[in-house]
């Protein structure tokens, strides 16, 4: 298996307002919609990041929808300036996005803070990986 992520789905509560937050908040365009899903191009285009019914997306893969809390996951947004990181969560708390740890010194050098999407999927914006050739 190559290392490759193809699609990153989110189940989420109220496909709408997921929609919504990403699209018309976060002003990223949609690139495809149908039915209960809709997905939008990362980066260069090679990752979607897709919307799902959280239920339903739980019954595809077989396994109970009641999730809580800490899931194991985060989603990252990689920045090359520390001014970069607070524009950025300042522009996901008023999309309606919740933070969770305002940015502050990493112990590994670089610059960083925590958000909630609406349906509670951990977003970390951060400095310190400039290294990678797709931080923003």
Known sequence: MKPSISVLTL???DLDRAKRFYSE????PIHAEEGEWVCFLLGGGSTV???YPWDALA???GVP???????????SYNV???DRVDATLAE???AGGVIVKPPRRTEWGGY???FTDPDGHLWEVSTGATKLPFAE
């Open 11 to 13: 189940g989420v509560r």
């Open 65 to 75: 929808a009641a999730g809580t809390g800490f899931r194991g996951v985060s989603l």
């Open 92 to 94: 996901a708390e008023r």
């Open 25 to 28: 908040h976060l002003g990223w």
């Open 112 to 114: 960083a803070g925590y």
């Open 80 to 82: 090359r300036t520390d």
């Open 59 to 61: 019954a595809d893969a």
């Open 49 to 51: 990041l897709a919307l």
